[in-house]
């Protein structure tokens, strides 16, 4: 799942951004979701880049019904909230005579099945959708965190990953780039550890009770030291690198419920 705030700390990679703040600055309508003119033309450029195309005007109907079906497959935005997001987009292209008060109309009465259809028709790019879901916000504006989920992306089911992602993206909403650079690696490998040693068990799902909170935290402990001393680092250091990795453990994986507080 890709979100509106993962796309703007990207930032546009096809459109001017600066031109289509000034072109949005006039419509001005949040709704009840909060979609203005200009989250809907950053959504409309990462849909440009996933499915690799160049030219910024729309060339055909079925191009933003296919757009629609980004919003729909890529942002889990159901037929209410697709509808509230493209409107200020289709709006402005109407303004602009890029297309008429007849397109939209036909287009917004597309099913949103048949959007998905034209959408995944366009070949997104794979890579591209998970660079978007690699960035994270932190306390520091206009700063994005990127978490490489390496080997989880293909340990996770689609509905795990996104859960876990929103709770990250909650976590490090709290942290310093710096720090959730550091901090987001470890929680990765820290679930990756905690899926392997329960692999029958959706991580939505996975609970430990206080004595299997007490085994995994010492193989975290033991794992986390080993590491830091066959790096050739000294004795000092691997505790002090488990001193971090056990508060992670506390507040992330205990107040999310994956573990209980253990001695």
């Known amino acids: 799942m890709i ?3 993962q796309i703007k700390l990207r930032g546009m990679g096809i459109l ?18 909060g979609f203005d003119a200009l989250s809907s033309f950053y959504a409309y450029d990462a849909f440009l880049v996933i499915t690799g195309m160049k030219d910024i005007n729309p060339t055909s109907a079925e191009e ?13 935005l159901n037929e209410y909230e697709l509808i509230t997001a493209v409107r ?20 917004l009465n597309e099913s949103v099945p048949r959007c998905n259809e034209e959408y995944l028709s366009l070949n997104p790019s794979a890579q591209e959708i998970e660079t978007y879901q690699s960035l994270f916000a932190c306390r520091e504006p206009n700063k994005a965190v990127y ?21 990250l993206e909650k976590y490090l909403a709290d942290t310093s780039h710096e720090e959730g650079q550091t901090c987001g690696s470890v929680i990765c490998g820290l679930v990756q550890g905690l899926v ?34 066959k790096s050739g680092y000294p004795v000092e250091q691997a505790w002090q690198n ?3 990795v056990r508060e992670l453990i506390s507040r992330f994986f205990v107040v999310n419920g994956f573990l209980v507080e253990a001695d």
């Open 88 to 107: 200020p987009l289709y709006d402005v292209l109407c303004t602009i005579g890029k297309i008429t008060k007849e397109d939209i109309s036909r287009i």
């Open 242 to 244: 488990w001193d971090i």
């Open 16 to 33: 001017n951004e600066e031109s289509i703040k000034q072109l949005s600055a006039s419509y001005i309508d949040a709704g009840d979701l």
């Open 147 to 167: 978490i490489d989920f390496g080997r989880l992306r293909s340990i996770l089911s689609e509905a795990d990953m996104n859960h876990f992602s929103q709770l």
């Open 196 to 229: 392997a040693e329960n692999p029958n068990t959706k991580l939505i799902d996975l609970h430990l009770g206080e004595n299997d909170s007490k085994k995994f935290i010492r193989l975290a402990k033991h794992v986390s030291i080993d590491q830091v001393l």
């Open 64 to 76: 933003l019904m296919a757009f629609e079906g980004f919003l729909n497959v890529e942002m889990n």
């Open 3 to 5: 979100t509106f705030t």
